[in-house]
């Protein structure tokens, strides 16, 4: 399953940035997902919950921010929203050769919040940090 890989890859991710920091729970995770990126929103928070499971992701959220798809026509410089499924022609002059994706392909983690110290059920929380330890995944 596509979702799964994608899940099991920004795990291990954040796992290991997490150990580098020595983050003993992460809270949070922040994903960039292009609309043309073909992964299912709740396939994928499905699959993240499945692979966060006995790491220190356990229970984190997961908050995917889903990118427009924008296409720009290389010969009027034209841009538009490319939309699903996909309209690669250019909706100014027509032209279909030399259109270019701007945007719509993304899949990356934007960022991913922790606690390095503290009790967990401590009354007061442990502050958490929002790092960015990996700004592209491909
Ligand atoms: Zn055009």
Same mark, same amino acid.
């Given at each position: 399953?596509?979702?799964?890989?994608?899940?099991?890859?920004?795990?291990?991710?954040? +796992?290991?940035?997490?150990?580098?920091?020595?983050?003993?729970?992460?809270?949070?995770?922040?994903? *960039?997902?292009? +609309?043309?990126?073909?992964?299912?929103?709740?396939? @994928?928070?499905?699959?993240?919950? @499945?692979?966060?499971?006995?790491?220190?992701?356990?229970?984190?959220?997961?908050?995917?921010?889903?990118?427009?798809?924008?296409?720009?026509?290389?010969?009027?410089?034209?841009?538009?929203?490319?939309?699903?499924?996909?309209? @690669?022609?250019?909706?100014?002059?027509?032209?279909?050769?030399?259109?270019? @994706?701007?945007?719509?392909?993304?899949?990356?983690?934007?960022?991913?919040?922790?606690?390095?110290?503290?009790? *967990?059920?401590?009354?007061?929380?442990?502050?958490?940090?929002?790092? *960015?330890?990996?700004?592209?995944?491909?």
């Amino acid at each position: 399953m596509h979702e799964m890989s994608i899940a099991m890859a920004v795990v291990s991710q954040v +796992e290991e940035a997490a150990a580098a920091a020595g983050a003993h729970t992460v809270s949070a995770v922040r994903l *960039q997902v292009g +609309e043309l990126a073909g992964v299912v929103p709740d396939a @994928l928070a499905f699959c993240f919950e @499945l692979a966060c499971a006995d790491t220190v992701l356990e229970g984190a959220a997961l908050t995917a921010e889903a990118v427009p798809a924008r296409a720009r026509c290389t010969s009027c410089t034209g841009e538009w929203a490319v939309g699903m499924p996909p309209d @690669l022609c250019c909706p100014a002059c027509g032209g279909a050769t030399g259109t270019e @994706l701007v945007s719509g392909r993304e899949l990356r983690i934007l960022d991913v919040t922790w606690d390095d110290d503290g009790p *967990q059920d401590a009354a007061v929380p442990a502050p958490a940090h929002t790092r *960015q330890p990996i700004s592209e995944e491909r």
